[in-house]
């Protein structure tokens, strides 16, 4: 991974000394309530409905043990001991003390870590592939590029103070598990018919009140144009999005108002000035890059021999079968595994941990994933590099620790965000519903049953939850007072994306368990014997859900 | 205008003075700064002046009036309030595409916490309306290198290391 030299390390203890201060003037009021939101904001400091909540940056989801370590001692020093890990692979801690921050992010430095950009109107973490580096599935490691983006886009001048919160992220795999096309830029690396490296960019994509899919700007970026271009973008963002209604300030907005080809004439137009510039990568920093990010010192191991004794292992226990085949995908390295420790356990909510969980993941990650961890959007942990001859011990220890939940993909891994019950925007509690599902839907056989279905929850319409692309989406809304929930079926994150449609009116928030089980009933008794939720859905469409549901 | 401002990094008095409305006084000798449509409207007495700088609003880019930057000794950027950061892009593309040498100066309702950004957007005056100048100069040096280029610093990081 990634590791600091000593000029990120000063950027980051500058940082920490400038908030310092701000905090300090704010404190003892030279600095107003407004003036102060966007520079605590820029540091990660919401004032939730309870508390503050801090949200700490995972730079494209990479951390490693001895940060983990950190989290876990922040959380137990500054916090309830326990944290969140976002549906953007950031960590959120819910209770720290304002004039504490500066200590906590003091702290974080110690071991390059931080909370720049993680909120605000700027250019937040870049994120990708939970499995990038290790995915059987990319043609390349995306971390350089996405390291890249993220030293350009830190502290970026002319970006502090843009429209709205602008979010990129990266891709590099048949599967794409990083939903770019529903970022504000989606970067799609690819290779030409030459074989050399190239970005195809998609914008305005995004969730939130107006869902809309990426549209593709450039069909093949050369790889040493990456940053020239993006900064077009955001330079023609920055000077024509709308700044008199929050609601509409997205690019999204501006994509659609001026049409894509003259969008990307303004952008070809600033571009003009800036490509082959002195922001141009050079060769030497794209190596430089990728030596960050080479392979661990893996063994090497007969692939098909490692695979008959895990099939041995596997016959002579169901529940790690299950387990193999839900938590444990295909790694490139032969011999070896990715495994996603599940925090989705029924009776705790999606994503939360606590310290001593914490402790327990960073000691699986030295023991068993030479110290490296990834946080995925779907808010689950992985370790990436596990030896296929390590998983048995490995799912022992996590059944231990409450880790090893059978449900990656399934109906009770449930994304969901704190909702009504710890964030200020929220119109409605979400983690009740979560929690409500996964005790109705336990069954590890029904589950098995039905399949991979993305189920997304979000308390309010800024959709942290992306509950437009989940194939079964819940949203919550407030009806004069009182806590309703919407359904949509239909989404999808990958390639092929799609935006969920609304099955009809509300729910009450007791009725949800009961509408999910029509649901899936009506997709059991429609589906034929290969489709997925989604395939049968696709297939059908909204009517025979909507007339099971509201007979 | 405030009556004391910081331009290059030092305090010093404000010389300029801003005309909002075409009605405005003006004395015959005064540098003035003047906005976009009255530069448009009075170009050739406007000319006669001794020293003439041009006021940009806050919604009106410097490719407005590209060709004739060359006569206005400053250009003064508005900032409406301090989180509208499209003076920072305006003040980038002074510099960067239009190559302009004289004061990019800010105006308006920005904060001490933006001139470190600001500066390595091209600005060098910064008319702070409330802040206390020689508290707010230590905010120019927040950070001692920088990631990207900019004014300041033309190469960025990844191909300097």
Redesign the interface.
Known sequence: MYIY?E?DQ??ID??VA?YRG?TERYLAGE?SDE?FL??RLQNGLYIQRLAPMLRVAIPYGTFNAKQMRMFATLSRDYDKGYAHISTRQNIQFNWPKLEDVPDILEQLATVQLHAIQTSG?CIRNTTTDQFAGAAADEIEDPRPYCE?IR??S?????????PRKFKIAVCASNADRAAINLHDIGVDIVHNSLGETGFRILVGGGLGRTPVIGTQIIDFLPKQHL?TYLEAIL?VY??HGR?DNKYKARIKILVRAMGIDAFRDKVEQEWA?LKD???T??E??FE??KSFFRSPAYQIIDDSEAEAALKQQADDDKLFSTWLSRNVSAHKQPGYSCVTLSLKRTGYAPGDLSDQQMEAIADMAEQFSFGELRASHQQNIILPHVPKSALLALWRQAKTEGFATANIGYLTDIICCPGGDFCALANAKSLPIADAIQRKFDDADYLYDLGDIDLNISGCMNACSHHHIGHIGILGVDKKGQEFYQVSLGGSQDRDASLAKILGPSFASEQVPDVIQTILDTYVDQRTDEETFLDTYRRVGLAPFKEKVYA | MPERLIIDSEIVANQWQLITEPGDNIDDNSAIIVPLSMWTEQRESLLKRPRLGLWLDCDQSPQLIAEDLSHFELVAIQFPNFADGRGFSYGRELRDTHHYQGEVRAIGSFIRDQLFFLKRCGFNAFALETADLEKSLASLADFSDSYQAAMDQPAPLYNRR
């Open positions: 030299d000029y000063r950027l500058e940082r400038q701000q600095i003036q966007p520079l109107n890249l030293e350009w830190t502290f970026h001048p002319e970006f502090a103070f843009l940053i330079r920055n000077q700044r000035v510039g002195p922001s990568i050079s030497q920093a430089k890059a």
